[in-house]
């Protein structure tokens, strides 16, 4: 939603996050708490969450950019994660969080520690994690070296690459997760794509296959990074990453109805 110029009035948005709580998700990324001037869109989250019926088991995420946002989130018992986006690229660093990376180093050391004082569990995301639209040197050497750091400096568990503008091939993304889940075997990593959907289903064959097993996804692939660049690249469709889950029979646990009535609620909630 974050990319959409009209706003979203909150009860539309909780109704819609309510219907994908029936659907057996692990996680919802249901919101951020980050500047309303930099994403307007977001400026609700908090009411948002209020509106959520949380009796079942599915846990919340919220995406915060900085310490502010991190102490407004960790006040909420009902998040269990927060996660926030450290770029491997120097220019979508600052484009995103108006940092540097090595200021946004500062910021995951000090998100950590809120998280842990309100228990809550921290996610990194390794934004532009297979390469960036601003001509910056990219390989998997690179991505590499910062997934150790963020483990071996910071102690990050759970880190997830993250495809910001669609630019992932397979073999890059079967590389990097058969290179990096030996080497850190205490880190669960995730694979949070943007793609075209007709390369969506190669792509998570690619990631599984590299021994992924925590994706992100968004019904019919509605979504993208505003601040990447002028043209949004959509998020991985979440019932095509199902379909290819189900024709290899890797069960689940999504219920398969709940998962129909959200795909039809999205045209209540997003532009046809």
Not at 257 to 266: D, I, K, P, W
Request: with cysteine; proline share 4%.
């Amino acid at each position: 939603m974050q990319g959409m110029h009209d706003f979203i009035p909150t009860q539309a948005k909780s109704d819609y996050i309510n219907q994908l709580l029936k659907c057996g998700f692990d996680t919802i990324d249901f919101g951020s708490f980050v500047s309303p001037k930099a994403i307007p869109q977001m400026r609700d989250t908090a009411d948002v969450l209020s509106k959520l019926d949380l009796s079942g088991s599915t846990k919340l995420l919220a995406i915060v950019a900085n310490e502010r946002g991190a102490e407004d989130a960790s006040i909420h018992e009902e998040i269990d994660y927060l996660g926030y986006p450290f770029s491997v690229s120097e220019e979508f660093q600052k484009r995103n969080t108006n940092s540097t990376i090595e200021e946004s180093l500062g910021r995951v050391e000090a998100i950590k520690n809120i998280c842990e004082k309100s228990k809550k569990e921290f996610v990194v995301y390794l934004s532009m994690g297979f390469g960036n639209p601003y001509g910056e040197v990219w390989n998997a050497e690179i991505v590499q070296k910062w997934c150790r750091i963020l483990y071996e400096k910071f102690e990050i568990r759970i880190q997830a690459l993250s495809d910001t503008i669609g630019t992932a091939n397979p073999s890059d993304v079967n590389y990097l997760f058969s290179e990096l889940i030996p080497a850190l075997p205490t880190v669960e990593f995730g694979a949070h794509l943007h793609t075209r959907t007709d390369k969506a289903k190669e792509l998570v064959s690619a990631a599984f296959h590299g021994g992924c097993r925590r994706f992100d996804g968004a019904l019919k692939g509605y979504g993208g990074c505003p601040m990447a660049k002028d043209d949004l690249t959509g998020n991985m469709p979440t019932e095509i990453m199902l379909d290819w889950f189900n024709e290899q029979n890797i069960s689940t646990g999504i219920n398969q109805l709940s998962l129909s009535a959200a795909l039809l609620a999205t045209s209540s909630v997003f532009p046809m």
